[in-house]
């Protein structure tokens, strides 16, 4: 993601406090605009069709609806997205450009084509609803899962000002049809998320299809086992799921949760919380973006370079340290300004809670699940340069420590009592970032040996 | 671990001296790219020799390049080829997965003495560093995977670039230090897994002649060396000449600094010093002729240990081509030989052009294949026409010797470089008179080597490289003085016929195989009294 850094470091260049505070404002809407656009305009719908008329239980289960949908199809498209952008800069590296476009239609018509076979049986046994409903379920899954394979995919195209335009057009046209088809209450904002998550994924292809030659429709070598990374396909989905796995666990608990439209159950106590603290990254994820993609990457292509292009052996170990320092420095940065967050929250948390009107009875666990979402933006930090060193099995381990410690340590805080929720996250990242640390600074020493030796 | 090595040597040595049946072949031939995939000079003396020695069996060991570099096999073996094996060394035997690992630093530390030795001039490494050496490849020692994978080895790559390497690219170094190291691996697996013979003949040194001295250190059995060109000096050149080394001279400062690269030079000292391991472990040490003998004891070998021995032909043969000949001396001048530069076939031509103006009479033959330079074939046709030679000048191409051999009146050899021309031993053999420079053994040839031989008198003149004038008068001296020339045919026909014939070689061989394979047989009795 070189091209974002770029654009930073010319925004950077001015040299003012302003030109600084541009330069993050910018990133962190690049970088969090996805979510934060997509958090924010469900919440919009709601408030909005509330004030339309919609029943409060309608709106709560349009949300919890959403939010299912959403934590499916990570999951479900989590594998492939890795996997595939893998694919895709291998297939750039060699100059083979115009595979690429052929393989993502195969990409799109197997993620979504297995997610309407995979979750079509479900739906239709497990929802009691008019057809319709089922339907519109549905398709809002297969859609998603088939979006999230595009934006990662433009993503790498490094075309982010386009991506955070195209979302907020996206959202827009999301709410107004909600809102005009509000009087059929959850089908009708369920087809307005539709209408917009479909605008997104056609007007993304779009995009992709007039940038990429393409030499044939359709074709499936991202299978090839010689030529992909399946342990990149584990990673991907083991990340989703242990990002979920405790929120599953709340929402299918009978004492911390309640059943809300078919067998779909939300656990108000846990989820209000974590989504709200999932604001907060937003700092931190900026900072992600201008110190990783730009400085990191930066240092990164040079150490490589001074190894391809013949430099002394002594020049190649002062690019590691180059390169070291600067992973470590944006790890230290994006720590400093999670840290600057999370006190920040825990002055004015209570204000916070009580201007939105949320209970104050939920402090301690909002306070709990800032510091864990803010480690996680660390973790995400780390994992990153570990996929620039290209340690795939390393980035495999961590994902798999946290998805099992997130499991183990979630039914901990259960048997533990109430006062424990959300320490079993918090513990469960923290522990996986910590290995993370351990792992980055350890492959750093062995970087030229491994580099040199262990190729091929 | 001593006593399992020191059991490892009994038992090859039990299994190849007990009983012929044990051993698949008295001599294990090493042969590093020549017979049986390619032909050419070497590969016909192979041939000769195992078709002259029938009694002897012998095992075809090869080592080439990688396999897609050569055809099926060139010669069809005779019966008493018993045993053929065929490596490659760019082909690594390894197809395990790059898989970190800690390796053994012990080994890593006698592998700096043992290069501390190499380094140094001279003196060969005492046992305990031979043990490191023939120790490559098995896990006890270096194993490959431990070269290529280990942390102990990157350790001693990049120490020694930072303490050696003067080049600044540590990428190219560390890719020479692997090029160079890789082959040594395969060649000790053949050395441990080669069959019992009795005694191997290495016929060149380089990767054949490393394998000699590592199966000799192994399992101390006789080891002959014999070298027809002299490889060290050919891979040199051939080094020095290479475009895949890229030296790192800058444009600014290359007037003031034209050394050799780092890398070149590291490639050069391998080479010399696998051949000097070689030399160390031979006896005897076989060459052509005296000059090359006294090329391998400057670059190592010890005296005592070199013999030379020529190649000889089939006197017999040529006799037909003697029996056409008519009795007066044709005026025509034969250069048999490829039409390449470094048969320098435009001195040939020059040469014929000052002749013709003194005796118009004068022919001059190039017969030849000219498919190898074609660009260098036109240049000397082109030269033949502008220097007005089209009457007098001829190519024949590739031709029959038997046929040709009897029209010449003098054989002409411009070359600069030979080693040991057969081509002047057919054509004394056939009752021609040679004209050659004084390149390889071309002196020893016409001039006589030792007392006795010299005695014979000059079989023909010895010329000076790119001397047109001196060979036109040369051939002036031998061409118009009948008597001169007469003396010359006697003299060759006389030298060729006792020193020259194929059987002084064939004994020569015999009786060196003979001694190795007595050698053997005592060395077996020795170890077994010891037991």
């Given at each position: 993601?070189?091209?974002i850094g770029?654009?930073?470091?010319?925004?950077?260049e001015?040299?003012?406090?302003?030109?600084?505070?541009?330069?993050?404002?910018?990133a962190?809407?690049?970088?969090?605009g996805?979510?934060?656009?997509s958090?924010?305009s469900i919440?919009?719908?709601?408030?909005?069709?509330?004030?339309?008329?919609?029943a409060q239980?309608?709106?709560?289960?349009?949300?919890?609806?959403?939010t299912?949908?959403?934590?499916?199809?990570?999951?479900?498209?989590g594998?492939?997205?890795?996997?595939f952008?893998?694919?895709?800069?291998d297939?750039?590296?060699?100059?083979?450009?115009?595979?690429?476009?052929?393989?993502?239609?195969?990409?799109?018509?197997?993620?979504?084509g297995?997610g309407?076979?995979?979750?079509?049986?479900?739906?239709?046994w497990?929802?009691?609803?008019?057809?319709?409903?089922?339907?519109?379920?549905?398709?809002?899954f297969?859609?998603?899962?088939?979006?999230?394979?595009?934006?990662?995919?433009?993503?790498?195209?490094k075309?982010?000002?386009?991506?955070?335009?195209?979302?907020a057009?996206?959202?827009?046209i999301?709410?107004?049809v909600?809102l005009?088809a509000?009087?059929?209450?959850?089908?009708?904002?369920?087809?307005?998320?539709l209408?917009?998550?479909g605008?997104?994924?056609?007007?993304?292809?779009?995009?992709?299809?007039?940038e990429?030659?393409?030499?044939?429709?359709?074709k499936?070598?991202?299978?090839?086992?010689?030529?992909?990374f399946?342990?990149l396909?584990?990673?991907?989905?083991?990340?989703?799921?242990?990002?979920?796995?405790?929120?599953?666990?709340?929402w299918?608990?009978?004492?911390?949760?309640?059943?809300?439209?078919?067998?779909?159950?939300?656990s108000?106590?846990?989820?209000?919380p974590?989504f709200?603290?999932?604001l907060?990254?937003?700092?931190?994820?900026?900072?992600?973006?201008?110190s990783?993609?730009?400085?990191?990457?930066?240092?990164?292509?040079?150490?490589?370079?001074?190894?391809?292009?013949?430099?002394?052996l002594?020049?190649?170990?002062?690019?590691?340290d180059?390169?070291?320092?600067?992973?470590?420095?944006g790890?230290?940065?994006?720590?400093?300004?999670?840290?600057?967050t999370?006190?920040?929250?825990?002055?004015?948390?209570?204000d916070?809670?009580?201007?939105?009107?949320?209970?104050p009875?939920?402090?301690?666990?909002?306070?709990?699940?800032?510091?864990?979402?803010?480690v996680?933006?660390?973790?995400?930090?780390?994992?990153?340069?570990?996929?620039?060193?290209d340690?795939?099995?390393?980035?495999?381990?961590?994902?798999?420590?946290?998805?099992?410690?997130?499991?183990?340590f979630?039914?901990?805080?259960l048997q533990?009592?109430?006062?424990t929720?959300?320490y079993g996250?918090?513990?469960?990242?923290?522990?996986?970032a910590?290995l993370?640390?351990?792992?980055?600074?350890?492959k750093?020493?062995?970087?030229e040996?491994?580099t040199?030796m262990?190729?091929? | 671990?001593?006593?399992?090595?020191?059991?490892?040597?009994?038992?090859?040595?039990?299994?190849?001296?007990?009983?012929?049946?044990?051993t698949?072949?008295?001599?294990g031939?090493?042969?590093?790219?020549?017979?049986?995939?390619?032909?050419?000079?070497?590969?016909?003396w192979?041939?000769?020799?195992?078709s002259?020695?029938?009694?002897?069996?012998?095992?075809?060991?090869?080592?080439?390049?990688?396999?897609?570099?050569?055809?099926p096999a060139?010669?069809?073996?005779?019966?008493?080829v018993?045993?053929v094996?065929?490596?490659y060394?760019?082909?690594?035997?390894t197809?395990?997965?790059?898989?970190?690992?800690?390796?053994?630093?012990?080994?890593?530390?006698?592998?700096e003495?043992?290069?501390?030795y190499?380094?140094?001039?001279?003196?060969?490494?005492g046992?305990?560093l031979?043990?490191?050496?023939?120790?490559?490849?098995s896990?006890?020692?270096?194993?490959e995977?431990?070269?290529?994978?280990?942390?102990?080895?990157?350790?001693y790559?990049?120490?020694?670039?930072?303490?050696r390497?003067?080049?600044p690219?540590?990428?190219?170094?560390?890719?020479?230090?692997?090029?160079?190291?890789?082959p040594?691996?395969?060649?000790?697996?053949?050395a441990?897994e080669?069959?019992?013979?009795?005694?191997?003949?290495?016929?060149?040194?380089?990767?054949?002649g490393?394998?000699?001295?590592?199966?000799?250190?192994?399992?101390?059995?006789?080891?002959?060396?014999?070298?027809?060109?002299?490889?060290?000096?050919?891979r040199?050149?051939d080094?020095?000449?290479?475009?895949?080394?890229?030296?790192?001279n800058?444009?600014v400062?290359?007037?003031?600094?034209?050394?050799m690269?780092?890398?070149?030079g590291?490639?050069?000292r391998?080479?010399?010093?696998?051949g000097?391991?070689?030399?160390?472990?031979?006896?005897?040490?076989?060459s052509?002729?005296?000059?090359n003998?006294?090329?391998?004891i400057?670059?190592g070998a010890?005296?005592?240990?070199?013999?030379?021995?020529?190649?000889?032909?089939?006197?017999?043969?040529?006799?037909v081509?003697?029996e056409?000949?008519v009795?007066?001396?044709?005026p025509?001048?034969?250069?048999?030989?490829?039409v390449?530069p470094?048969k320098?076939?435009?001195?040939?031509?020059r040469?014929?052009r000052?002749?013709?103006?003194e005796?118009?009479?004068?022919?001059?033959?190039?017969?030849?294949?000219?498919d190898?330079?074609?660009?260098y074939v036109?240049?000397?046709?082109?030269l033949?026409?502008?220097l007005?030679?089209?009457?007098?000048?001829?190519f024949?191409?590739?031709q029959n010797?038997?046929?040709?051999?009897?029209?010449?009146g003098?054989l002409v050899?411009?070359?600069i470089s030979e080693?040991?021309?057969?081509?002047?031993?057919?054509?004394?053999?056939?009752?021609?008179?040679?004209?050659?420079?004084?390149?390889?053994?071309?002196?020893e040839?016409?001039?006589?080597?030792?007392?006795e031989?010299?005695?014979?008198?000059?079989?023909?003149?010895?010329?000076?490289?790119?001397?047109?004038?001196?060979?036109?008068?040369?051939?002036?001296?031998?061409?118009?003085?009948p008597?001169?020339?007469?003396a010359?045919?006697?003299?060759?026909?006389?030298?060729?016929?006792?020193?020259?014939?194929d059987k002084?070689?064939?004994?020569?061989?015999?009786?060196?195989?003979?001694?190795?394979?007595?050698r053997?047989?005592?060395?077996?009795?020795e170890?077994?009294?010891?037991?």
């Open positions: 993601m070189a091209g770029f654009e930073i470091r010319k925004i950077l001015r040299d003012s406090y302003w030109s600084v505070l541009r330069a993050y404002g910018y962190g809407v690049v970088s969090g996805p979510w934060a656009l958090i924010l919440m919009m719908i709601g408030i909005l069709a509330v004030m339309l008329g919609v239980r309608e709106v709560n289960a349009f949300q919890i609806c959403v299912y949908l959403m934590a499916a199809s990570l999951i479900w498209s594998g492939m997205q890795l996997m952008t893998r694919f895709v800069a297939r750039a590296y060699a100059g083979e450009q115009a595979e690429v476009l052929p393989n993502l239609f195969g990409a799109l018509i197997i993620t979504m297995g309407f076979a995979l979750f079509a049986p479900p739906i239709f497990l929802f009691d609803g008019p057809f319709f409903q089922q339907l519109l379920l549905l398709t809002n297969v859609v998603l899962s088939g979006l999230w394979i595009a934006l990662i995919f433009l993503s790498g195209m075309a982010y000002r386009r991506i955070v335009w195209t979302l057009k996206g959202y827009t999301g709410i107004i909600a005009a509000s009087a059929w209450a959850l089908n009708g904002l369920l087809l307005g998320v209408a917009g998550h605008y997104l994924l056609f007007s993304f292809l779009h995009h992709i299809v007039r990429y030659p393409g030499n044939s429709l359709l499936l070598d991202f299978l090839d086992r010689k030529r992909s399946y342990s396909f584990a990673v991907g989905t083991l990340y989703y799921l242990a990002v979920w796995v405790d929120k599953f666990i709340f299918f608990v009978p004492h911390t949760s309640e059943p809300v439209i078919g067998p779909l159950r939300a108000i106590i846990y989820d209000l974590i709200l603290a999932y907060f990254i937003l700092p931190g994820m900026a900072v992600f973006l201008v990783m993609e730009a400085d990191f990457a930066e240092q990164h292509e040079r150490f490589y370079k001074a190894i391809r292009e013949g430099d002394t002594m020049h190649i170990e002062y690019r590691r180059r390169m070291v320092y600067a992973a470590r420095q790890i230290y940065e994006i720590f400093k300004v999670q840290g600057i999370v006190a920040l929250c825990l002055l004015w948390g209570r916070l809670l009580h201007a939105i009107g949320i209970s009875l939920y402090i301690h666990l909002f306070y709990i699940d800032v510091v864990a979402v803010s996680q933006v660390l973790l995400m930090a780390i994992l990153n340069v570990l996929f620039y060193l340690a795939r099995r390393e980035v495999l381990l961590i994902t798999a420590c946290f998805f099992i410690t997130n499991l183990l979630t039914f901990a805080t533990l009592g109430a006062e929720f959300g996250f918090a513990a469960s990242v923290s522990l996986s910590f993370g640390l351990f792992i980055l600074s350890r750093f020493n062995r970087l040996y491994e040199f262990l190729q091929g | 671990m001593v006593e399992q090595v020191k059991a490892d040597f009994l038992e090859a040595n039990l299994s190849a001296a007990r009983s012929g049946e044990r698949v072949a008295d001599i031939l090493l042969l590093e790219g020549t017979y049986p995939y390619i032909r050419g000079g070497v590969s016909s192979v041939h000769q020799i195992i002259g020695l029938p009694d002897i069996r012998f095992a075809v060991v090869f080592i080439g390049g990688e396999s897609g570099m050569y055809g060139q010669y069809q073996f005779p019966p008493n018993t045993h094996e065929t490596h060394l760019l082909q690594g035997q197809n395990s997965k790059p898989g970190a690992r800690r390796g053994n630093a012990r080994a890593f530390e006698k592998m003495a043992l290069h501390a190499l380094r140094r001039e001279g003196e060969m490494p046992e305990q031979e043990r490191a050496f023939t120790g490559l490849g896990p006890e020692g270096i194993s995977e431990d070269f290529l994978y280990s942390k102990a080895s990157w350790e790559i990049t120490h020694q670039y930072r303490r390497c003067t080049e690219s540590f990428i190219n170094y560390f890719w020479a230090v692997r090029a160079m190291h890789a040594l691996f395969v060649l000790a697996r053949i441990r080669l069959p019992p013979v009795r005694a191997i003949h290495s016929i060149s040194t380089g990767y054949a490393f394998l000699g001295a590592i199966i000799q250190l192994r399992r101390k059995i006789p080891f002959i060396l014999t070298e027809h060109g002299i490889y060290t000096k050919e040199k050149i080094l020095a000449q290479a475009t895949w080394i890229r030296d790192h800058d444009d400062c290359n007037t003031l600094h034209d050394e690269g780092y890398i070149r590291l490639w050069i391998f080479y010399e010093q696998i000097r391991m070689a030399y160390a472990h031979a006896s005897p040490i076989v052509l002729y005296e000059g003998r006294l090329r391998q400057s670059d010890e005296a005592e240990k070199t013999l030379v021995i020529p190649n000889g032909i089939s006197v017999q043969r040529y006799c081509a003697l056409k000949r009795n007066e001396i044709p025509v001048l034969g250069l048999i030989g490829r390449v470094i320098d076939i435009k001195t040939f031509i040469t014929l000052i002749l013709a103006n005796r118009p009479d004068v022919q001059g033959w190039i017969v030849g294949p000219e190898e330079d074609p660009s036109n240049e000397c046709k082109e033949v026409a502008s007005g030679l089209q009457n007098s000048v001829k024949l191409g590739f010797v038997l046929e040709i051999l009897p029209q010449l003098l050899l411009t070359s080693a040991l021309p057969l081509v002047i031993l057919e054509g004394f053999a056939s009752g021609v008179p040679c004209l050659a420079t004084d390149v390889g053994s071309c002196r040839l016409i001039e006589g080597r030792g007392e031989d010299r005695g014979l008198g000059a079989a023909g003149s010895v010329v000076f490289i790119a001397d047109p004038e001196g060979t036109a008068k040369a051939a002036r001296q031998l061409l118009d003085n008597e001169r020339w007469r010359a045919q006697r003299a060759g026909l006389e030298r060729v016929k006792r020193y020259y014939d002084l070689m064939f004994s020569s061989y015999r009786n060196l195989y003979q001694q190795a394979l007595d053997d047989s005592e060395g077996f009795a170890l077994s009294g010891a037991t």
